[in-house]
Every structure is written in C-alpha cells, then in structure tokens.
C-alpha cells in the first residue's frame, strides 16, 4: 500500500493563477482532510470530507475549493493564489474506528507551495 | 470547541537526557488525544495516541505519555534521547460526542522543535 500520496511535491505559481493540488488514499478510508502547515502555527484544517459526496469547511477555508472526486482521491484547488497562501499542504485520510474507536489521521508527504 | 497548546516552541537536549514535550488541552467533550513526530522535509508520523482506559501510553520509539485528565495534560517523555529523535512534535486533540466517537477533525498545537546534542 503507498498509503496517502500527493502531487505535485514542489510548486511555484505567481499571483492569480490557479493550481489543483492532488490527493489519494489506498486504504479504503471513508473521511479525507486538507490542512496547511505554517511556522509557528501548527496544522490548521481548510476542508474535510466525511464521507464520499460530502464536504465542509475547516478552519481555513477561505480562497479554497474542494472535490471529493470519489472515495478515493479529495483535490484542493486555489482558483487565484496570492501570496499569503504560501504554505506547506497536508492531505490526511482517517479509516473506521475499529474496536479502540480512536481515529487517528493518516498523512501524505506534502505539497510545498510558494506564491510570487 | 477545543484547542491545544504546546509550551515551548523550542526544546533542547542532550543526547542520554529526559525528554519532556509539555501538552495542554482543552475539550468540552471527552478527548482523544494524539503525538505526531514530523522528521525535515516529510508528513506527519503518529507516535503514540490516548482513547480510553490505561492513562500512560506507549508509543513507537521509546517514547510514552500519561494523559492526566485533573490536569489537562498530555505531556510527551523519552528517558534517554537520541540523535535521532531530533524533529518537530505536534500534540492534537480529538473530541467525542455523546455516543462516543469522535468527531474525527483534530485541533493541533503548534508545534515543538527538539534539537538533540551529541
């Protein structure tokens, strides 16, 4: 199993243009998270998806959208970057409770975004 | 709502010392409890998690932690560190509802740095 992957790994965009960042899971996991990581700051939540055909907001969601494209893959897509999304980007995928009930996130290696 | 903190966003040891990541929390619900371990340039690792029953846990690589609900505690320790211990730690919470499941989206804190010297 690859677990979570993610795509690009690397990327560079000027101010305005607009970028898909990709996400996948192969562990038959039901819920799927997209978070930013800033200095200093932590991991903030910008979307998650419970369930396949469901999203909702985060904590940070603003300037972003969504797409639970099937139960597989959660896409984040920033229609007009600017530099303040500048950041460093998590999917996270979470799998059923089983007999713990805890619910523990599985993550992907990042996506390292700079805004010009 | 529930948020964590993390006192000290820089921790320095020695290689043999105590490792101590300080954890607090607040959740108006009962809390599931977690330690991530984020090693340069790579995702998030879980490194040990708290649910319900025994309050001290273990966790992968030496690493343990008690979650003290008087205090709203969830303070990470190692006894002897490692070089290779030396990464950035993340304490986040979970909260529960009435049926007891979570909720499933964690709150993090913001992150403590251990540095290790030889």
């Known amino acids: 199993n690859a677990g979570v992957t993610q795509t690009p790994k690397f990327q560079v965009l000027k101010t305005g243009q607009s970028m898909t960042l990709q996400c996948a899971q192969d562990?038959?996991?039901?819920?799927m998270y997209w978070y930013r990581q800033d200095p200093g700051m932590g991991l903030r939540l910008i979307y998650y998806?419970?369930?396949?055909?469901?999203?909702d907001k985060g904590e940070v969601p603003n300037g972003y959208n969504v797409s639970r494209l099937n139960k597989r893959e959660f896409s984040l897509r920033l229609e007009s970057a600017a530099p303040s999304q500048t950041s460093v980007y998590f999917c996270?995928?979470?799998?059923?409770?089983?007999?713990?009930?805890?619910?523990?996130?599985?993550f992907g290696p990042g996506t390292r975004l700079t805004v010009t | 709502a529930q948020s964590v903190t993390q006192l000290g966003s820089h921790v320095s040891v020695s290689e043999g010392a105590l490792v101590l990541l300080r954890c607090n929390y607040s959740s108006s619900v009962p809390p599931y409890l977690f330690w991530y371990v984020q090693y340069p340039n790579q995702g998030l690792q879980l490194l040990l998690k708290?649910?319900?029953?025994?309050?001290l846990v273990k966790g992968i690589n030496g690493f343990e932690a008690e979650f003290k609900k008087s205090e709203t505690s969830f303070h990470l320790t190692k006894p002897s560190a490692h070089m290779s211990d030396a990464a950035e730690y993340f304490c986040?919470?979970?909260?529960?509802?009435?049926?007891?499941?979570?909720?499933?989206?964690?709150?993090f804190g913001q992150g403590t740095i251990l540095t290790v010297h030889p």
């Open positions: 998806s419970a369930s396949e055909g469901t999203t």
């Open positions: 708290y649910t319900t029953g025994a309050t």
């Open positions: 986040a919470v979970s909260g529960q509802n009435a049926g007891g499941t979570s909720y499933g989206k964690l709150t």
């Open positions: 996270a995928s979470r799998g059923p409770p089983g007999r713990s009930r805890s619910y523990e996130q599985y």
């Open positions: 562990m038959n996991h039901n819920s």
